[in-house]
């Protein structure tokens, strides 16, 4: 088996109740079925004042040799959980020495090696696209859609000039580009992590916030720096 030619460290968010079963199984399964990123750094983060984990998740985490990260990082956002994410990377971006690193929401389980990981020269970033359109939602078709103007104002703000766009997977639509936030890939020397939370920023300092509320500004402001 041919191994990963750069250096790669996976990114997890695990906090008091449910996310804990599923961190561990998250683990487990990249010990288990990632081949050969089976053996690669884990840092587990509890980004967020809080509880402490339950004992059995420590005992769990260390047997499988996950690094477990508790200081706070997420102070300014607190009660929006899904600004985490960027947290913990702009955190591993700044510490860590591997080339790749690789966040994974604590839902996910591998079956398989993730050899697309392993990024090539030119490319300094990955993720998944959109599943379906599923207005209401965040997501834009492009011109005459009533989302549009949120992404052309946002491209502006953002200073983006091309406007790509993808299929959704599921059902074919032809949409902006927009990524989930659950898997992404960066190479961290480039600083992505740190210019996506000040894109997250610029967004609620502007206020330019969907009229349905702050849910997926993380991920607009992902689309917008990828």
Same mark, same amino acid.
């Given at each position: 088996?041919?191994?990963?030619?750069?250096?790669?460290?996976?990114?997890?968010?695990?906090?008091?109740?449910?996310?804990?079963?599923?961190?561990?199984?998250?683990?487990?399964?990249?010990?288990?079925?990632?081949?050969?990123?089976?053996?690669?750094?884990?840092?587990?983060?509890?980004?967020?004042?809080?509880?402490?984990?339950?004992?059995?998740?420590?005992?769990?985490l260390s047997e499988l040799g996950v690094v477990l990260h508790e200081e706070v990082l997420n102070r300014d956002h607190h009660d929006y959980v899904h600004i985490n994410p960027t947290y913990c990377m702009l955190w #591993?971006?700044?510490?860590?020495?591997?080339?790749?690193?690789?966040?994974?929401?604590?839902?996910?389980?591998?079956?398989?090696?993730?050899?697309?990981?392993? @990024?090539?020269?030119?490319?300094?970033?990955?993720?998944?696209?959109?599943?379906?359109?599923?207005? &209401?939602?965040?997501?834009?078709?492009?011109?005459?859609?009533?989302?549009? &103007?949120?992404?052309?104002?946002?491209?502006?703000?953002?200073?983006?000039? #091309?406007?790509?766009?993808?299929?959704?997977?599921?059902?074919?639509?032809?949409?902006?580009?927009?990524?989930?936030?659950?898997?992404?890939?960066?190479?961290? &020397?480039?600083?992505?992590?740190?210019?996506?939370?000040?894109?997250?920023?610029?967004?609620? #300092?502007?206020?330019?916030?969907?009229?349905?509320?702050?849910?997926?500004?993380?991920?607009?402001? @992902?689309?917008?720096?990828?």
């Amino acid at each position: 088996m041919a191994g990963a030619r750069q250096s790669l460290a996976f990114v997890i968010c695990v906090e008091r109740g449910p996310l804990e079963q599923q961190a561990l199984l998250l683990v487990r399964s990249i010990r288990r079925w990632a081949g050969a990123y089976a053996d690669n750094p884990i840092h587990a983060f509890r980004p967020r004042a809080g509880p402490r984990l339950e004992p059995e998740t420590y005992a769990g985490l260390s047997e499988l040799g996950v690094v477990l990260h508790e200081e706070v990082l997420n102070r300014d956002h607190h009660d929006y959980v899904h600004i985490n994410p960027t947290y913990c990377m702009l955190w #591993a971006e700044r510490h860590l020495d591997e080339e790749i690193i690789v966040w994974c929401d604590s839902d996910e389980v591998f079956v398989s090696e993730p050899s697309d990981f392993d @990024l090539p020269a030119g490319i300094d970033a990955a993720g998944t696209g959109p599943y379906y359109r599923s207005p &209401p939602g965040p997501k834009s078709t492009g011109l005459g859609d009533p989302n549009d &103007p949120y992404w052309k104002r946002m491209y502006e703000l953002a200073g983006v000039t #091309a406007e790509p766009f993808m299929t959704a997977l599921a059902d074919g639509a032809r949409l902006r580009a927009f990524y989930n936030g659950g898997l992404i890939v960066f190479r961290r &020397p480039v600083g992505l992590a740190a210019e996506w939370l000040e894109l997250f920023e610029l967004l609620l #300092a502007r206020r330019h916030i969907p009229d349905y509320g702050i849910l997926n500004v993380d991920q607009l402001a @992902l689309a917008a720096m990828m």
